[in-house]
């Protein structure tokens, strides 16, 4: 059974910093692009970054370029999302999905990041 | 960016009944490969959303077949022939064409 699983959400004040875990089951991880999407709390979906199968690609959405930073660790079937100078407009349950606009998306149920200001 | 737009944002439907809902994006979503990347998700209060329609029209694996999608360039439209009580929540489509991938402001399908 395919499973993705987010950890290490939390409550950070205004500037610092967290890192988002998702621990990737039940599929080969290595053959997938991954990405991460949050949902701030009453609004809708928003994509933040994806990442190449072997880590050599990412992309960001302009809300976040510069401040977090995609990876990922094909030996651990991880992939991990560091989020630096968190601003209360962060504030949102993050997502990580597989293969997002394919045919073999799957998403986590996802951790909630609250940064205070 | 790829601006998305569906309508309607409020849906109230009585079980049984069909449901319709349109998007539309800035821009055409039709790759030079001749795959069109707009996706539809459903989100439940509590879950995460789950994957409907691919590709414009392919339906997902294990998605009921009461659950349709169709259009071409910037217009899309996804279909449930009667709508069950599982089916309730809110709507997304999402283009998946270019970065920053895009999603539609969601459409909240409620009992009517």
């Known amino acids: 059974e395919v499973q993705l699983v987010e950890s290490g959400g939390g409550l950070v004040q205004a500037g610092g910093s967290l890192r988002l875990s998702c621990a990737a089951s039940?599929?080969?991880?290595?053959?997938?692009?991954m990405h991460w999407v949050r949902r701030a709390p009453g609004k809708g979906l928003v994509w933040v970054s994806r990442?190449?199968?072997?880590?050599?690609?990412?992309t960001y959405a302009d809300s976040v370029k510069g401040r977090f930073t995609i990876s990922r660790d094909n030996a651990k079937d991880m992939l991990y999302l560091q989020m630096n100078s968190l601003r209360a407009e962060d504030t949102a349950l993050y997502y990580c999905?597989?293969?997002?606009?394919?045919?073999?998306?799957?998403w986590g149920q996802g951790t909630l990041v609250t940064v205070s200001s | 960016d790829i601006v998305m737009t569906q309508s309607p944002l409020s849906l109230p439907v009585t079980p049984g009944e069909p449901a319709s809902i349109s998007c539309r994006s800035s821009?055409?979503?039709?790759?030079?490969?001749?795959?069109?990347?707009l996706d539809w998700y459903l989100q439940r209060p509590g879950q995460s959303p789950q994957l409907l329609i691919c590709l414009g029209s392919n339906r997902a694996s294990g998605v009921p077949d009461r659950f349709s999608g169709s259009g071409s360039g910037t217009d899309f439209t996804l279909k449930i022939s009667r709508v069950e009580a599982e089916d309730f929540g809110v709507y997304y489509c999402?283009?998946?064409?270019?970065?920053?991938?895009?999603f539609g402001q969601g459409t909240k399908l409620e009992i009517k």
């Open positions: 990442i190449k199968t072997d880590g050599s690609i990412t």
């Open positions: 999402m283009q998946a064409l270019q970065t920053p991938y895009t």
């Open positions: 039940g599929f080969t991880f290595s053959n997938y692009w």
């Open positions: 999905a597989r293969d997002l606009g394919g045919r073999a998306t799957q």
């Open positions: 821009q055409s979503l039709l790759n030079s490969n001749g795959n069109t990347y």
